[in-house]
């Protein structure tokens, strides 16, 4: 429960470096940020971040509201000319306590962002969305090293990996690495239930998630490393490594 205006700054902060972050892309999403306006003014920002993507760079700032009342159209005004002296950044205001209309028109006409508390999203929602981002890798996934088989239901990812349904291949707690994304649909070609599984690659983030999962099975859940080589049939050749194995030679360490 937000108590009081730093509560709400601290929130907006950690709400959006979780969205920001859910690949460990590094983004900083600072609080009480000062930024130097063309005017020469310094403006104080309750909650700043800014990254850059295809060349550009982005700069969102927040204004953080908890009032007793509505936020009104003044307030949007000042705001507004605050982010216009500093330029070339996209304004969001958070209210406690909603807005007036003319702010929300006045806000809605110059391209300000009005959201309510209610309209963060909860802690639940950002930590499923943490671990559907790292344990459920989508398309665009690419392997760091590694990629895996991943079997899929209505369209979706469901958490289980092939290991965990095929046992006569890989035994049930064996976690399927290739070494690239061509031996792994080799692979699934040849697969009896092909059409359940999907490859997806493992990027680094996913990979430090998943080997932290498999030590706290106390060993119940090891890695498969399959060497390119026969078909399904004639069992793969594989290396067998724990997870602290695959931590130490394929996790990229942080200094």
């Not at 907006?12 to 590094?26: C, F, P």
């Not at 080589?229 to 695959?246: H, I, Q, R, S």
Request: glycine share 8%; net charge negative; aromatic share 10%.
């Amino acid at each position: 429960m937000i108590l009081n205006p730093k509560e709400l700054e601290s929130y907006v902060q950690y709400v959006y470096s979780t969205l920001l972050n859910l690949k460990d892309e590094g983004v900083i999403v600072s609080t009480n940020a000062t930024l130097i306006g063309k005017s020469g003014a310094r403006h104080e920002i309750d909650v700043f971040y800014q990254f850059e993507r295809s060349g550009i760079i982005h700069k969102v700032a927040f204004e953080c509201k908890y009032l007793k009342r509505k936020v009104e159209k003044s307030d949007v005004i000042d705001f507004h000319g605050k982010i216009q002296d500093i330029g070339n950044i996209q304004g969001i205001i958070v209210s406690k306590n909603g807005y007036q209309k003319g702010a929300t028109e006045y806000g809605s006409h110059y391209g300000i962002k009005l959201l309510t508390m209610e309209e963060l999203p909860t802690l639940n929602i950002l930590l499923a969305k943490r671990i559907g981002s790292v344990a459920l890798p989508d398309e665009s996934y690419i392997g760091e090293p590694f990629w895996t088989i991943m079997e899929i239901r209505n369209g979706e990812l469901t958490g289980n990996y092939w290991s965990r349904m095929e046992k006569t291949i890989f035994g049930k707690q064996h976690v399927p690495l290739f070494i690239s994304k061509k031996d792994a649909e080799e692979f699934l070609s040849n697969a009896i239930n092909r059409d359940d599984y999907v490859v997806r690659g493992i990027p680094q983030h996913s990979l430090k998630f998943i080997v932290g999962t498999a030590k706290l099975s106390k060993g119940r859940v090891k890695f498969l490393l399959m060497l390119c080589g026969a078909d399904e049939n004639d069992m793969w050749p594989g290396l067998t490594y724990d997870p602290e194995d695959v931590e130490a030679r394929f996790l990229v360490q942080e200094n």
